[in-house]
Nanobody, 126 residues
């Protein structure tokens, strides 16, 4: 079983920054792609960013490209999401997820992820 625990959410003014962390335990973290998703009130969960097993390749949703950066530290079993230039429309619960298949490149579909964290709230005020 894999456990994912997010942290770093909070309330920030528009234009500000936050850094989310996701600590993983329970299996070989470095073999699996990781992703961040988000769900705003009344909306479906949507893909935000993903990073491959080594950290060498990343992919972003258009809505966050150029503002968010995903990274990972395999020695610490942790994946990060640095969020800059935050907008009120970024307000959502942010979820960390671990791919279900080792070596999978850059999964963007929620069905490609097997394990999910509990989520952390990010609120951006205008």
């Amino acid at each position: 079983q894999v456990q994912l625990v997010e942290s770093g959410g909070g309330l920030v003014q528009g234009g500000g920054s936050l850094r989310l962390s996701c600590a993983a335990s329970g299996r070989t973290f470095s073999s699996y792609a990781m992703g961040w998703f988000r769900q705003a009130p009344g909306k479906e969960r949507e893909f935000a960013a993903t990073i491959n097993w080594s950290g060498g390749t990343t992919y972003y949703a258009d809505s966050v490209k150029g503002r968010f950066t995903i990274s990972r530290d395999n020695a610490k079993n942790t994946v990060y999401l640095q969020m800059n230039s935050l907008k009120p429309e970024d307000t959502a619960v942010y979820y960390c997820a671990a791919a279900g298949t080792p070596g999978l490149g850059l999964p963007v579909g929620s069905n490609e992820y097997k394990y999910w964290g509990q989520g952390t709230q990010v609120t951006v005020s205008s």
